[in-house]
């Protein structure tokens, strides 16, 4: 079996998200549970509406591997494998798949399989974080939801019907300005 290697401009468009993303995660609201509201979720979710599944996958794994080693990339300036181990680490574990499953979304083509790769990353997202929110913090299943997961319930919602509307539109100025993807 023979693996298409990544163009360059692949490789500069995986580069570009992977620095949206950590800019993106900078944006950061602290919440009371101690789970930042940030945007990086939603720079995950439209690399993979942009990229695709397997680029914007690549986007989000360079981009955990950069904060692992210590670049100063997730929320609040933080970076070492030490933040993946606190209790919001669950949240950044679960970033590949959230792209991949945006991305899987758009691929299959219209706005319904946008909608469903969407809610399914965050979904996934959400479970993963609250899981492990809940392990790391040794709290119940019931008190983590509420500190975790309640308050970016609807903030999830939204993100899932605005972001094809969004990704449509860049794509949309992209084939204007003659750049492929």
Known sequence: MQTKKLSTREMCYIGIFTAVIS??????????GGVPFTLQVWAISL???ILGPKN??????????????????FAGLSGGFGVIMRPTGGFILSFPVVALLAGLG????????MILGLASGSIFNLAVGLLWFSWVNELSLAVSFGYAVAPFLIVSVVRTAVLPMISNG????????????
Do not use: D
Request: net charge positive; hydrophobic share 55%.
């Open 170 to 181: 860049i794509k949309s100025a992209l084939m204007k300005a003659q750049v492929s993807i």
């Open 56 to 73: 914007g996958t690549f986007a989000v794994l360079i981009y955990i591997l950069l904060g692992a080693v210590g670049a100063p990339v």
């Open 106 to 113: 758009e691929r299959k083509g219209g706005f319904s399989w």
């Open 47 to 49: 690399a993979g509406l």
């Open 23 to 32: 800019v993106c995660a900078q944006i950061s609201i602290p919440q009371p």
